[in-house]
């Protein structure tokens, strides 16, 4: 099998692995617990914290841990409204949907949005964030890679307009972190949201970063952990997990960047060559992350290739791969990101997103496209489109 989905979620690392199994077979206190067992926990959870606040240039009160990406936007989304009063937020139609559903139920309770516009290229100036913001503001949301076609934010730029028009600015980092630098010691970014999983960490486990001084209130309320910013039993081995993963993925990301990068230019030439006039690359990939790339195999101005069919077809040759966001993988609605970008609905509906990890290697790439002409080939003979 070839394991071409890592923006959905990649294998754990040993060395995570290896760090986390102590804290599930025999240090197992609760590490809000005063007694030994807990406090021999507590102190791993701290360990961790200040491992994650190196990472991003963050101080470990900063840190808060919760139980993944989408905890965090929904934490920083409904916090800031909380503690501002304000009813405004901006962000772009390409967003997580742990962003945009959050946002779009909070229309309940009287809440606006900008989604401002990304076509054709997949992302958003400063010149855009600049001139939607509004006296009534409270926020703006903007991933920093799109984890669909990899397009990257020009986040440092968006924050610094946010910072001078005194509107905080959350970014979800989690197709970014551990692959792009991020220092929030030199970028005024005030909320950050991070995933292990992305990075060879354990499920069940993030990071939401808040900048000290920032408007913003606990949304989660049911115990005094994370300093009663967030109620809960600590998940010990994860966040053991993540600090330990984000650790991994800081200190070798030059290293790991450079082999990705050679991998996708492997894959990227072997698809051009294999359908010279059957392809599109979408986004911007000159200016997006190595380890995603998004392509779609239009026929026509009107008809595309199955890539339900296509995404199948690999699979039964051993091959995962993606048509869009995994959280809506088993929808049958074109990509909301693709049709973002204005592509008609049958191309939209024809991408396959290769997403690459370090454990990726060249040879599997001409393998992944030698079968993926086949399929090509036998889907046009039958004329499955």
Not at 12 to 36: D, F, K, T
Not at 317 to 344: Q, Y
Request: hydrophobic share 40%; charged share 20%.
């Amino acid at each position: 099998m070839i394991y071409l989905d890592n923006a959905a979620t990649t294998k754990i690392e040993p060395r995570v692995l290896e760090a986390m199994l102590p804290y599930l077979e025999n240090h197992y206190g609760n590490a809000s617990s005063i007694h030994q067992l807990g406090r021999m926990t507590n102190v791993a959870v701290e360990e961790a914290r200040m491992k994650v606040a190196a990472a991003i240039g963050a101080e470990p009160s900063e840190i808060i841990f919760t139980s993944g990406g989408t905890e965090s936007n929904n934490a920083v989304i409904k916090g800031v409204v909380k503690a501002t009063g304000k009813k405004h937020i901006i962000t772009s139609r390409i967003e997580h949907h742990a962003v945009l559903h959050p946002i779009q139920y909070g229309r309940a309770d009287g809440l606006t949005a900008t989604y401002l516009n990304v076509k054709p290229k997949g992302y958003v100036t400063p010149e855009q964030v600049a001139e939607a913001i509004t006296d009534d503001t409270a926020l703006v949301s903007l991933m920093h890679v799109n984890n669909e076609i990899g397009a990257i934010n020009p986040i440092e730029e968006i924050a610094e307009v946010c910072k001078e028009r005194g509107v905080a600015f959350h970014s979800d980092t989690v197709q970014s972190i551990g692959k792009l630098p991020i220092d929030v010691s030199k970028t005024p970014v005030d909320f950050l949201s991070i995933s292990a999983h992305k990075i060879h960490g354990p499920k069940g486990i993030g990071v939401l970063y808040v900048r000290s001084g920032s408007k913003w209130k606990s949304w989660m309320e049911g115990g005094s952990q994370e300093r009663r910013r967030r109620g809960g039993t600590l998940n010990v081995a994860g966040i053991v997990g993540i600090g330990r993963a984000i650790e991994i993925a800081t200190a070798e990301r030059e290293k790991n960047v450079a082999h990705i990068t050679e991998v996708n230019k492997a894959l990227v030439n072997d698809l051009k060559e294999a359908f010279p006039n059957f392809i599109d690359f979408n986004g911007c990939p000159e200016r997006g992350v190595p380890h995603i790339v998004n392509c779609s195999f239009p026929l026509d101005e009107e008809n595309a290739l199955d890539g339900e069919m296509l995404l199948l077809n690999l699979d039964i040759d051993g091959i995962c791969v993606s048509n869009g966001s995994a959280c809506t993988s088993g929808a049958v609605e074109a990509s909301h990101v693709l049709m973002a970008l204005g592509m008609v609905t049958p191309t939209a509906k024809s991408s396959i997103r290769f997403s690459l990890s370090k454990y990726n290697t060249v040879e599997e790439m001409h393998d992944v496209v030698k079968k993926l002409k086949a399929i090509v080939e036998r889907m046009m003979d039958s004329e499955t489109v």
